[in-house]
């Protein structure tokens, strides 16, 4: 292995023992399971792995001959390339016809025959099933999946079953499903083009993304663009009913293809073998980062060359190579929600931070023929997103489980390269990228720590952001028992719209006494498990021992482990913890939701009856329960009370919190209103007033929660002197208001004098309850 020194902080990316770094390798190390450096492409232990093909006839119209001619044309026709040491030969007949007679499917994988295994991997590297009546496909893919109808996805299944710590792949298997031939010659065509596709994926080439707008149509695309739409793409254009029609030259390998074979299967040594010819004789190489303003890498961003020859005034009118930054960087950190990541994705990419948003083109073919010399060559390497179909199977970067739009504008740059021997060394040209107005926030002082997690904010909401890479946020809220609350937390793109291309939200719930480290009480088995645009929810009940006193631990992750300052959210906690009065009429009455996370709009239900909803704050919902003669039966003690946002579809539950009583009355005609502080203040000019505090008492002097208040102000100019004849003037009015107000649980409400700054003046406060209360009382500011 060789070293290249490269992105921002003199990154030592590794390179594979075979070759250069390849931005389009299917797989690259990374810890617990590879050995290997972490972040090199797994690449074939040999540079001659043999295939074998079935003896038997692919079906009845394509005899076991013309299915080794197709095999054939779709592997060393397509993938021996001159400047790949890969050399794909045929190694003769497996030893039997492979079917359901001899294969079948265990709980540890399918079954078959000896030499088809790879444990015997020695002597047959790949091994080509000719599945004749469709049954070791449905054993592979589920009965069914053999069907002519399904021939799109499951003409060929490619398996690549060893791949060794050391990044070494050691076996493959390939199933051509006989029931897609037949005979029209298009559907043999169509199965050569698929097991090209599959052929590639074998070797250990990824999907790529040049030239999208081929795929898109949007812009329409040209001959020149469609000559140079990797065979590698990773979603099919369907045309009619053979795909391989759709693109011209389907049996051709496009310079991006050929990119990818030859960067992780170099020709080094010199002279080269029969049919090889040195690998960059006539190809360079680049490379670079795209980052964020912090300084973090930005992957996920898919980096396109265009050529431009030595002197011409425009490049190439098509995109000819591709690399997506972060490809080496691993795609499942894991989080503390859903634990560890596990299989191969645990595995795939190296933890190291260097490679976060490095991109590289491990091979670029020069633009003039050998022997010509235009001088240096040029290339226009741009930044474009990456397609949001392109995840799991069809991935084409780091981000298989779901995509991530690129942060700010997408920018391109002219680099000048000349080709050099790059044998024994050398540095490839380096062109890195910080995008404009890319996100910059990663402010996450404020989230807590799994051992000292930060309280919700009182109102139950607010907005954090995911960074750096494998931030968690923590918080905490107090309940009691007795009841549910949902959390809702709400990926933002940066215009602060719900999306689903940034973070991928997950919430675990622990009892704030669990040991940290475990798995959550409660978990979202998803990110975006809602019906809502980029909404992440989960109801925790709160059982009858409750948890007041130490309250639940709330954990907010990215799914995959990743923070980026482009990872906002927003969180709310729905919790209703309280009704006052607890007790009311058979008739119904005014009663105090208190909790968190409330807005206008939602509905309140008591014993599964619909309340009148009076007015709406974060932490206070007044609504009117109904009378007792409205539920279906006569309550035998308390009921539930429920407050439901029908918007996200969040819900929050108090079990058995409120009860009916004969005798109860609470008649605002009784209600009256006391001054508790804040009268008869005066204060210099630029002084503050200090709010002033009443409650609200029932006939007997207690305090009355939930009740409705109105409040009015003026704020008029202080008095001014009489003239000597005539009527005294009137002082103006220089401000006024009206509000309404809802009493605590302690009957109280805290007014905020109205002040006018600089001037003397006379702030009335009056407020009035029920029926019959009412108090006023009058501050003044001056000299």
């Known amino acids: 292995m060789r070293r290249v020194e490269a992105v921002l902080a003199a990154l030592a990316l590794l390179l594979s023992a075979t070759g250069a770094a390849a931005a389009a390798a299917r797989w690259v190390t990374g810890p617990p399971y590879f050995t290997a450096a972490s972040g090199i492409p797994v690449v074939w232990y040999t540079t001659a792995p043999l295939y074998f093909t079935d003896p038997g006839d692919l079906s009845t119209t394509v005899s076991h001959a013309a299915a080794d001619a197709l095999v054939a044309a779709a592997a060393a026709g397509v993938w021996n390339v001159p400047t790949s040491a890969m050399e794909v030969a045929y190694g003769g007949a497996l030893a039997e016809h492979v079917s359901s007679a001899n294969s079948y499917g265990s709980s540890s994988g399918p079954v078959f025959p000896q030499d088809v295994a790879s444990a015997n991997y020695a002597a047959v590297q790949i091994a080509v099933i000719y599945d004749s009546d469709g049954s070791v496909t449905d054993m592979l893919l589920g009965s069914g999946a053999s ?72 812009p329409q695309p040209t001959t020149a663009q469609a000559l140079h739409w990797p065979i590698m793409h990773p979603i099919d254009i369907v045309c009619g009913p053979y795909t391989y029609q759709c693109l011209p030259q389907p049996f051709t390998l496009r310079d991006d293809d050929v990119g990818a074979i030859s960067a992780l299967y170099p020709v080094a040594a010199t002279p080269a073998a029969a049919g090889k010819v040195w690998s960059f004789g006539q190809a360079s190489k680049a490379f ?20 431009l020859r030595g002197g011409a005034a425009a490049a190439e009118g098509f995109e000819d190579v591709s690399s997506v930054s972060g490809f080496a960087f691993e795609q499942d950190a894991g989080n503390p929600v859903s634990g560890p990541a596990s299989g191969m994705a645990e595995s795939m990419g190296s933890p190291g931070s260097g490679l976060e948003g490095y991109y590289s083109f491990g091979w670029i073919p020069d633009i003039d023929p050998a022997g010509a010399n235009n001088g240096p060559m040029l290339g226009v390497i741009s930044t474009e997103a990456v397609n949001p179909l392109y995840t799991a199977t069809h991935a084409v970067g780091p981000y298989v489980a779901e995509g991530v739009a690129p942060s700010g504008s997408s920018p391109s740059q002219t680099t000048q390269y000349a080709l050099q021997p790059y044998l024994n060394g050398g540095d490839a040209i380096e062109t890195d990228f910080a995008p404009q107005n890319a996100a910059n926030n990663c402010a996450t002082g404020g989230d807590g720590t799994e051992t000292a997690p930060q309280p919700v904010a009182a109102a139950g909401w607010w907005t954090g952001v995911l960074c750096a890479h494998g931030h968690t946020a923590w918080s905490s809220f107090a309940a009691q028992a007795r009841r549910t609350a949902t959390l809702e937390v709400t990926a933002l793109d940066e215009s602060g719209l719900a999306t689903t291309a940034k973070a991928m939200p997950l919430i675990g719930v622990w009892a704030a006494g669990d040991a940290t480290g475990t798995l959550p009480r409660v978990a979202t088995p998803s990110a975006f498990n809602t019906v809502s645009l980029g909404v992440t929810a989960v109801s925790v009940a709160i059982g009858n021992a409750g948890t007041r006193a130490g309250g639940l631990r709330v954990a907010i992750a990215d799914a995959r482990g990743d923070g980026r300052p482009d990872f906002a959210y927003q969180a709310r906690v729905l919790y209703a913890d309280a009704v006052t009065p607890a007790v009311t009429s058979v008739n119904g009455g005014q009663i105090a939701i208190t909790g968190m996370g409330f807005r206008k709009g939602n509905t309140v239900t008591v014993n599964g009856v619909a309340a009148v909803v009076e007015s709406w704050t974060a932490t206070t919902i007044v609504a009117v329960a109904p009378p007792e003669s409205a539920f279906a039966a006569k309550p035998a003690g308390a009921v539930n009370v429920a407050v439901v946002d029908l918007a996200s579809g969040g819900s929050t539950v108090m079990t058995g919190a409120l009860t009916y009583m004969a005798g109860i009355v609470v008649d605002p005609a009784a209600w009256r209103l006391v001054v508790v502080s804040g009268a008869g203040q005066a204060v210099a000019l630029g002084g503050t007033f ?94």
């Open 147 to 218: 069907a002519p109808a399904e021939c799109r996805q499951n003409g060929v299944t490619e398996s690549v079953d060893s791949i060794t710590p050391a990044g070494l792949i050691q076996h493959a298997v390939l199933v051509l499903n006989g029931l897609c031939t037949g005979p029209a010659p298009e559907q043999q065509l169509q199965l050569q083009y698929q097991l090209e596709r599959a052929f590639g994926r074998v070797l250990g080439v990824g999907w790529s993304q040049t030239n999208d707008n081929v795929f898109t149509g949007s």
């Open 288 to 307: 670079g980062t795209v980052s964020f303003p912090t300084g973090q890498g930005m992957a996920g961003v898919n980096v396109v060359l265009q050529r």
């Open 690 to 783: 200090a709010p002033v505090v009443v409650r609200v008492t029932d006939g007997s002097g207690d305090p009355v929660a939930g009740a409705a208040v109105s409040i009015y102000q003026t704020v008029d100019a202080a008095e001014m002197a009489c003239p000597a004849r005539g009527p005294c003037p009137i002082a103006p009015v220089l401000a006024a208001s009206t509000a309404s107000a809802v009493s605590d649980g302690n009957g109280l409400i805290s007014v905020v004098p109205m002040q006018v700054a600089g001037v003397g003046e006379v702030t009335n406060v009056a407020v009035t309850a029920g029926t019959q209360g009412f108090v006023s009382l009058a501050l003044t500011q001056g000299p």
